[in-house]
């Protein structure tokens, strides 16, 4: 198992050096960051001499090379445009984009398994084909659409919460938290929802197939020839079952809404690590951009690793490949 | 997005009619477009930055609304030749308590070339500074290396730090990290800082101990809201008070709600399009057998006259912008008073221009544009190709992200591109020595003329003004030197951007001409 772990993050190190390097060449093929940043007033002698201090006027391999030996010691270099360390400006951000992630996704879940459970058991109800017709809306409507509709209805026109930005924060530990006050929940819900409306609806349909394809078997034909109670069946024999697709589906999806929420952080100004990629990206912030994805990588191999860590305990058929190792 | 984004705002003005006005709050909460890079006064020269630096710090010298100079921290100043001698406004106190003095105004000048890595840097406002010394206690002496008439304006661009609070181990005394945080961060204006949430917020309280009249808000809220469509649900929502550049798309059915009130400005930024007049090829031009038509000044003449500068400011800016004739507006400094109407569209003129030209059927050209840099820049650059392929000159548009745009523009890629420029000093000088005087990097002369148009006299004009002291004949000058690079159609001036601000019926501002949104021209409506 550990042989298996220790595989899966030097693979890990693999992508993130080939992927910063390709970062490193698509950045500087767009443009130059010094026109972006400097004043127009700028002198050519002004330019040269900020090129410089940012160590651009070095040949591209030389500038990946200095970035590499630093990367070794886990520095990531300062942002251009801030003068601050690119690593610290993000993990600054992480928490509230974290927070906004398992509140949407804890929201999808809550609502998707037992919607897609019920639609799977009545596949012929009225209540189902509701259900079903829904979660084609809450896939197909567009992110940013679903989320100023939103702030339309329960902003400006309802007036019952904020229309954007993020609420008091609570310090635990490292951590700065907004669920855990009134005011942050206010302002959480509507772009964790505009989130979750998406996600919810293609958990539904997941927990529908495997309800669906579950209910046939064997075992539960066998547990209900038994004679036990359907909330038996359900929990212990169905749910179970169904865990796989749903864990697999969620843990991708739970990676997306992290590393690329920024449509919904944009519109809720809400002050993610998203939203910090886009403004860098834009600015050509390399330092920025590349820290990021890099951050992003090792916790998307991470996740991975982790949905594959609960196959094994949900599933004992399931072996880690290499755990033997 | 812009498109479904701007319906939707419309939605939201639509609805808004049915919701009650929110209590007034004694605190003002400003939507901005863009969060500053810094709280360092000195690290970053850009409008974000600079319109929160001017909050929290006083420079000696202020502009109004229209960028006329006026007393600030500096009660009086004169020029004597190079020596400039600034009187300080006594009895002026930092937030802190402390007593402004000379010594404050020498480090805050000593600093500026001291800040490390900054990615446009403030030393653009001490160009030709030989020394700045105290005097006495409220007299601060600034020497040039050569007779400088721009001294005061630039002082505009350094607000005064306090020696004793921003003192420190660095070279530089407290750093732009130990700043951010708020530590050393002492100003002597309207409002001192209370804390940055990077993206979140940043909030400022009234400053006690403010010299002038007292600030009108007990705190300011800036929350960064980069989406148009947001900022305005924001205020429609009645989450903040005022904010920044409202989509255009939207502003006649803004100005109708009863709520709200729409202010804008006319601003010194001009659009304006840039000709390659390098040598005899162009890149952009390939069927002119090989030659470059834009060297000719009948072809430039008839590309200005094929623009319909009324047209593109009503249809395709919403009425946010003004015809330009030249490359800033007058009554600004420097700006000829000949020069306020614009040019007539003659679509038939120009092509007897063309043909005059040697071009009876025109030819083709390509036309840079960045689409998202300036308001609805490439939306101007797709109507002004279609003004000029009816002269018979069959253009193609290359709209381009920013960042490309200006790798573009910079390795000379475009024979025509359309681009802006702010005259942040509100001043003909800045405009010419960086657009149309002959490049010259030693002298950091023509940094953005990337047309490459060069005309000795016109440099003479320029250079000429650079050493007049008398503000009169300086004027005269350059108003001589914009004339003729007008009349040579050097490049075609197409607008001048207006900024829009908008906020709830209880706040009032005043927009700015150099298109900050600084709080202290914003109190309570009566």
């Known amino acids: 198992m550990s042989a298996y772990i220790i595989r899966r993050l030097l693979q890990a190190v693999l992508v ?310 | 997005m812009s498109g479904p984004a701007s319906l939707l705002a419309a939605a939201a003005i639509a609805a808004c009619a049915s919701i009650s006005g929110t209590a007034m709050a004694r605190d003002l909460v400003v939507a901005l477009k863009t969060e500053p890079t810094s709280m360092d006064p000195q690290y970053h020269a850009l409008t974000p930055n600079i319109q929160l630096s001017q909050t929290l710090f006083d420079p000696l010298v202020c502009v109004d609304a229209d960028l006329k100079p006026e007393p600030c921290l500096a009660e009086s100043w004169k020029a004597d030749g190079k020596v400039w001698t600034f009187k300080l406004r006594p009895n002026v106190k930092f937030s802190d308590g402390t007593p402004l003095t000379s010594a404050d105004v020498v480090f805050t000048m000593d600093r500026v070339a001291k800040v490390p890595n900054s990615p446009s840097s403030f030393k653009v406002y001490l160009q030709k500074v030989d020394k700045v010394e105290a005097a006495d206690p409220l007299t601060v002496r600034i020497t040039t290396s050569e007779p400088y008439p721009l001294l005061a304006i630039n002082m505009v661009g350094l ?96 100005k109708k709600e009863p709520k709200l009130t729409v202010e804008t400005k006319a601003s010194n930024r001009v659009i304006y399009v840039a000709l390659d007049q390098n040598g005899e090829t162009t890149p952009g031009i390939p069927d002119a057998n090989g030659k470059n038509p834009l060297l000719d000044k009948r072809v430039r003449e008839a590309l200005s006259l094929a623009i319909d500068r009324q047209a593109l400011v009503s249809r395709i800016m919403g009425g946010v912008a003004s015809p330009a004739a030249q490359l800033l507006p007058y009554p600004m400094f420097g700006a000829s008073k000949n020069l306020t109407a614009a040019a007539k569209p003659n679509p038939d003129k120009a092509r007897a221009l063309l043909k005059d030209a040697g071009y009876p059927n025109g030819f083709s050209l390509v036309l840079g544009t960045p689409n998202g840099r300036y308001i609805n820049d490439s939306k101007v650059a797709q109507t002004l190709a279609a003004m000029w392929t009816r002269i018979g000159i069959k253009t193609s548009i290359d709209a381009n992200a920013p960042a490309v745009f200006f790798k573009n523009r910079d390795t000379f890629v475009y024979s025509a591109y359309l681009a802006g420029w702010g005259t942040a000093t509100g001043e003909m000088s800045n405009t010419l020595n960086a657009l149309l005087v002959t490049p010259n990097k030693d002298k950091g002369l023509g940094t953005t003329n990337r047309s490459r148009y060069s005309n000795p006299e016109l440099d003479k004009l320029v250079a000429e003004s650079a050493n007049q002291m008398d503000d009169a004949a300086r004027a005269a000058t350059l108003a001589k030197a914009s004339e003729l690079a007008m009349a040579e159609f050097a490049m075609l001036p197409l607008h001048f951007e207006h900024s829009v601000w908008a906020m709830k019926k209880d706040v009032s501002f005043k927009g700015r001409a150099d298109q900050q949104t600084m709080v202290q021209f914003a109190v309570p409506a009566k």
């Open chain 1, 16 to 325: 993130m050096a080939v992927m910063s390097g390709l970062v490193f060449v698509g950045l500087y093929v767009v443009g130059d960051p010094v026109a972006m940043m400097a004043s127009a007033e700028a002198t050519e002698l002004e330019r040269d001499e900020i090129r410089a201090s940012f160590g651009l006027d070095k040949p591209l391999w030389q500038q990946y090379g200095i970035f590499m030996s630093h990367a070794l010691r886990f520095d990531f270099g300062k942002s251009f445009l801030t003068g601050q360390s690119a690593m610290g400006l993000i993990l600054d951000r992480m928490p509230a984009t974290l927070e906004l992630a398992v509140v949407a996704m804890g929201l999808s879940m809550g609502i998707g398994v037992p919607l897609g459970i019920w639609a799977g058991l009545r596949p012929q109800a009225l209540s189902t084909r509701g259900i079903m017709a829904g979660s084609v809306l809450g896939f197909s409507l567009p992110n940013f659409w679903v989320g100023l509709m939103l702030i339309m209805v329960f902003a400006v026109y309802l007036g019952w919460l904020p229309a954007s930005g993020r609420g008091a924060t609570v310090n635990v530990g490292p951590l700065d938290l907004s669920v855990l006050t009134l005011d942050g929940w206010s302002r959480l819900l509507l772009p964790a929802v505009t989130i979750a409306l998406a996600k919810g609806a293609l958990i539904i349909r997941v927990t529908r197939a495997a309800t669906r394809e579950a209910l046939p078997m064997d075992y539960i034909k066998f547990a209900r020839a038994k004679g036990l109670g359907w909330s038996r069946i359900l929990r212990v024999h169905l749910l179970k079952n169904i865990m796989i697709p749903i864990i697999t589906v969620g843990g991708l999806e739970f990676g997306q809404v992290v590393a690329f929420a920024v449509v919904t952080e944009t519109i809720f100004a809400w002050p993610g690590m998203g939203k910090l990629l886009l403004d860098s990206i834009i600015t050509l912030d390399r330092p920025v951009v590349v820290a990021y994805l890099i951050l992003i990588v090792f916790f998307l191999v991470v996740l991975n690793l982790a949905v594959d860590i609960l196959y094994s305990v949900l599933d004992p058929r399931v072996r880690l490949q290499g755990a033997k190792a």
């Open chain 2, 159 to 254: 607000p005064i730090m306090s020696a004793k609070a921003a003192s420190g181990a660095a070279p530089e005394g407290k750093t732009t990290t130990e700043l951010n945080a708020g530590t050393g961060l002492v100003g002597s204006g309207p409002y001192k800082f209370v804390s940055w949430k990077r993206g979140s917020e940043i909030v400022f309280e009234r400053n006690p101990n403010y010299w002038g009249k007292a600030p009108a808000w007990d705190k300011v809220i800036y929350r960064p809201i980069s989406n148009p469509a947001a900022r305005v649900a924001a205020l429609l929502a009645g989450d903040v008070d005022l904010v920044e550049d409202p989509p255009t798309d939207d502003l006649e059915r803004l």
